[in-house]
């Protein structure tokens, strides 16, 4: 059974910070890749969520454009945790932030998301 679970939302002041974790569990024979995706208020769950950041097991980084310069996102040690540290916040990042893992168990692989955890950016 996988599980993500996610922590460190909540409510912050335009221009501050915010550090997300997600630690995955579960019998994963490998990870391929972790990430964060947003999906903003008002839009139907499910859809139009749209990628933060990625971390895949090269190392290999990938930020959208509109976080560049603000966000970072790291996998220590390439476990199974993935942070997302948020500074220079602005109001547009309010969303709902979901961890995703694409991992393998056996020989299938397949993409895996947690519940999501809250940010809103509001003064």
């Known amino acids: 059974q996988v599980q993500l679970v996610e922590s460190g939302g909540g409510l912050v002041q335009p221009g501050g910070s915010l550090t997300l974790s997600c630690v995955a569990s579960g019998s994963f024979s490998s990870i391929v890749a972790m990430g964060w995706y947003r999906q903003a208020p008002g839009k139907e769950p499910g859809k139009e969520r749209e990628?933060?950041?990625?971390?895949?097991?090269?190392?290999?980084?990938n930020y959208a454009d509109y976080v560049k310069g603000r966000f970072t996102i790291s996998r220590p040690n390439g476990g199974s945790t993935v942070y997302l540290r948020m500074d220079d916040l602005k109001p547009e990042d309010t969303a709902v932030y979901y961890c995703?893992?694409?991992?393998?168990?056996?020989?299938?692989?397949?993409?895996?998301w947690g519940q999501g955890t809250q940010v809103t950016v509001s003064s």
């Open positions: 995703s893992v694409r991992g393998y168990i056996g020989f299938k692989w397949d993409d895996y």
């Open positions: 990628l933060v950041a990625t971390i895949n097991s090269g190392h290999a980084i």
